[in-house]
């Protein structure tokens, strides 16, 4: 269709008048609402169903949304929002199979005014909160948030599992097979192998844990998100504490530091703000006591091999569902059971186009409340692909799906949860370097 309108628009610079029409149409679309305005405007993703979507303003979209949770459509309906330049929203109802699908498309290079936020639950590594309690958090921060779904994966503990990194923190950082990176505004998904470590004077420790719930002997690193204290270690146990700046840190750029003290004992050992990180080593590595001393300079390295430069978002979950634009699911290793793959479950996922510049979040959840409706991983797997993924992961799933936008939840409630709290979330605001215009309520 684009082709074919750009040939149109060369004929016809014979017709100025003609020439014009063209050309607005292609720049501004055609505000009929028609699949012909949606695909020059946005490149709208292939048919969620036998038709084009209908566009809407969010008010209509909203009332079109609530009506179909309260009373399941009896047939396929798809709608379209722009919520903002460079950010759409796709909404269907399916009858075959019976879920509620929401898509947001997010250009990310090509109108430099959307950008992804993690956003993690407060103020613990373990907190848990509803997603539209994190985006009005965001709100406060002075963010403009426009849209957003829950997050990565968390564990009994409600730990994120992997890698979580994001607004210049890094939570955690661990060696995980399905992680979606951001370094130098460019994105990648896939397996990503993390390398830590603390250099204190001329010695270089690897560091075996990173704020762990249960950490063994070895050396095991904490900030202050972990909580009030660390858990109880081995007797021998040496804790130093290192003074690091409150400024933005990233993967694969060091974080200069220094010692403040150290002191031994089984722990556990108090965590505040204030009071800096602490590195506990068991045993001791010899001769190390010499070089703890207050002042001496340090440094603490979070290393990928996946990308080089600095990484100010990190998120994990799975497993992949495209690689290359094929469904990617017979070549992950987990989330084979009926329980998770294969049988409908509410969905989440997040996926990347083929040129790098467009990323999407996607939910899929049952016409009917319930964790046993929704959609396949496969059909989830389908349903990026179609949006015009090229890469594309799981998220978090089950009663964790969740979908906000025009400043509310849009997803079903969680049957008895309401909804339900989860580690961490995705959302699109308005970038910082955009007109100040557009970042007004």
């Known amino acids: 269709m684009l082709m074919h309108t ?25 505000g009929s609402g028609s699949a012909f305005g949606a695909e020059l405007i946005s490149s709208a993703p292939a048919s969620q169903s036998a038709q ?10 909203l009332q079109k949304i609530d009506a179909a949770m309260a009373s399941p459509p009896a047939q396929d309906v798809s709608f379209a929002c722009r919520i903002a330049p460079g950010l759409t ?38 907190s848990r909160d509803a997603l539209d309690n994190m985006a009005q958090a965001l709100k406060q921060q002075g963010e403009k948030v426009l849209a957003g779904v829950n997050g990565g994966y968390w564990d009994t503990q409600s730990r994120p599992v992997g890698s979580l ?21 460019s994105y990648f998904l896939g397996n990503v192998e993390v390398a830590r470590s603390v250099k204190i004077g001329s010695s270089i420790i690897e560091i075996d844990s990173y704020n762990a719930a249960s950490p063994k002997s070895g050396s095991c690193l904490y900030l202050p998100e972990f909580g009030n204290e660390t858990p109880t270690v081995p007797k021998s146990t040496l804790a130093v504490r290192l003074k ?43 001769d190390f006591t010499e070089e703890i001393q207050p002042g001496t300079s340090a440094i603490i390295s979070f290393f990928t091999r996946s990308i080089k430069s600095p990484i100010d978002l990190a ?14 699911l017979a070549k992950s290793s987990g989330e084979t059971s009926s329980l998770s793959g294969s049988a409908p479950r509410p969905r989440t996922g997040l996926g990347i186009s083929r040129e790098g510049n467009r990323l999407f979040l996607v939910t899929m959840e049952g016409e009917t409340a319930g964790r046993n409706t929704g959609a396949t991983l ?35 409630p969680a049957p008895l949860l309401g909804s339900r709290p989860v580690n961490n979330g995705l959302f699109f605001v308005i970038s910082s370097g955009s007109n100040p215009m557009l970042r007004q309520e």
């Open 89 to 126: 929203h796709y909404w269907s109802a399916r009858v075959t199979p019976p879920v509620l699908v929401n898509i947001f498309e997010a250009a990310m290079k090509d109108s430099n005014l959307i950008e992804v936020q993690i956003t993690k639950a407060g103020p613990t590594l373990f």
């Open 244 to 286: 690091v700046p409150d400024s933005p840190r990233r993967m694969n750029e060091p974080i200069a530091c220094e010692v403040i003290d150290n002191t031994s004992g089984p722990g556990p050992f108090a965590l505040t703000a204030n009071q800096g990180w602490l590195l506990l080593l068991s045993p001791v590595p010899v």
């Open 315 to 328: 998120i994990s979950a799975g497993p992949m569902l495209l690689a290359d634009g094929e469904i990617a």
């Open 52 to 61: 084009a979507p209908i566009w809407l303003d969010s008010n209509a979209l």
């Open 165 to 185: 990194a994001g607004n210049g923190r890094i939570y955690t950082a661990a060696t995980h097979q399905w992680t979606l990176l951001r370094g130098d505004h």
């Open 378 to 412: 496969e059909q989830l797997a389908m349903e990026l692909r179609r949006a015009g993924a090229w890469q594309a992961m799981n998220l978090d799933g089950g009663t964790s799906t969740c979908a906000w936008a025009y400043g509310r939840q849009i997803s079903r």
């Open 6 to 30: 750009t040939h149109s628009c060369q004929d016809s610079r014979r017709n100025p008048v003609l020439f014009g029409i063209l050309m607005a149409m292609a720049l501004f679309g055609s």
